[in-house]
Nanobody
Framework: QVQLVESGGGLVQPGGSLRLSCAASGSISTIYAMGWYRQAPGKQRELVARITSVGTANYADSVKGRFTISRDNAKNTVYLQMNSLKPEDTAVYYC???????????WGQGTQVTVSS
């Protein structure tokens, strides 16, 4: 069972940037797609960025052009570079392996991102 540990969140002003990291305790392998999810208070968790094993990335419309997902399979780590942050990006961010409507592993503790002036 892979364990996921997210880090890099914090408080940032609108327009600022953060880089999130997701370290996996085991091999995320080159066959697994990985994704970043977020859950805002009172809302359902949503997938905001996904990257395939060969590096093809897809984004939710709300973050397209501002967020960039990347992965380092040798380090079993996935990253999310977030630029031009908006207050509506405020949420707890999680990573996991998307499998349709499900995920591959248990959720980690997430990392809180707060965008506020």
């Amino acid at each position: 069972q892979v364990q996921l540990v997210e880090s890099g969140g914090g408080l940032v002003q609108p327009g600022g940037s953060l880089r999130l990291s997701c370290a996996a305790s085991g091999s995320i392998s080159t066959i697994y797609a990985m994704g970043w999810y977020r859950q805002a208070p009172g809302k359902q968790r949503e997938l905001v960025a996904r990257i395939t094993s060969v590096g093809t990335a897809n984004y939710a419309d709300s973050v397209k052009g501002r967020f960039t997902i990347s992965r380092d399979n040798a380090k079993n780590t996935v990253y999310l570079q977030m630029n031009s942050l908006k207050p509506e990006d405020t949420a707890v961010y999680y990573c996991n392996g998307p499998m349709g409507d499900y995920v591959r592993w248990a959720w980690g503790q997430g990392t809180q991102v707060t965008v506020s002036s």
